[in-house]
């Protein structure tokens, strides 16, 4: 198999973590440089404070980015512009800042993922829910995360919410009358859908999404537990991202 050079940002971090033994440990794939911006990073491999920095020195093939939102989004575009393939963790993009890596991906022809959820299991729930909502026109997604998460609500809340957009008739939910006595009761809306954002140490990466009809609900419920969950999906995405000429968002779209 083609060796696949790879260079990670935020290493330290409790993702970045992941994936460094993850590539350490992929034959196929060499680790040749990480960047974090305070350079404390402990590795056998360059250290690099800024992306710029790093990209006029290293050729990788491929950049995994698991920092924030604003550096994330800065060093997608960054890598674009330097002929690397981002391969992105990172949540809380605007659908403006991924129209823009879009169009700029298809511009250099280069591929780059961009995935709110890693873990296959989350995949199917979203694909199990997006398969419900064509029966079930009343859904409230709840999501669950640690609480050192910084947007709210998750990727894969939102992600979750526009797949089921394509195949449910908007609705707007609840009583016509309602009234939050506490704003924010009800939660975020979207086509007149719910999502609320449950925020606790102890958690990972948890989501529910409920349907309800006459009689009967139907929960769909993914749960991940460590994050070693999100490799597999970080490890095709970096194999896939090789052979794509497009921006791709969700490890959905990736997989058979
Ligand atoms: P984390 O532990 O806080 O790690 C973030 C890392 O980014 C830290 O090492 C942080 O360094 C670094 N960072 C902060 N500012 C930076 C900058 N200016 N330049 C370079 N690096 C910077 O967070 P996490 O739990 O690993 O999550 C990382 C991202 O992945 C989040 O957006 C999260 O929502 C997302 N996530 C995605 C999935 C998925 O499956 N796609 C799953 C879980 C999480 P400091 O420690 O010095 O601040």
Known sequence: MEQIKVTIAGPRGRMGKEAVELVLNTPHFSLISVIDHRGEAELNVPVYKDIN?????????????????????????????????PVVGTTGFSSDELNELKELAESKSLGCIIAPNFAIGAVMMMKFAQMAAKYFGDVEIIELHHDQKLDAPSGTAVK??????????????GH??????????????????????????????????MFGAE??????????????????????????????????????????
């Open 215 to 256: 009689g009967q609900t139907l929960t769909i419920r993914h749960d991940s537990y460590n994050r070693t969950s999100f490799m597999s999906g970080v490890k095709v995405s970096v194999e896939t991202v090789m052979n794509l000429d497009t921006l791709v968002y969700g490890l959905e779209n990736i997989l058979e």
């Open 160 to 173: 979750t919410a526009e797949m089921i957009k394509e195949v449910r008739e908007t609705k707007k939910q």
């Open 53 to 85: 920095e790093c990209f006029n020195v290293e050729t990788p093939d491929v950049l995994i980015d698991l920092t924030t939102p604003e550096v994330g989004y800065l060093h997608t575009k960054t890598a674009l512009e330097y002929g690397v393939r």
């Open 176 to 209: 016509p009358n309602e009234k939050e006595t506490i704003p924010g009761a009800r939660g975020a809306e979207m086509d007149g859908m719910h999502i609320h954002s449950v925020r606790l140490p102890g958690l990972i990466a948890h989501q529910q999404v």
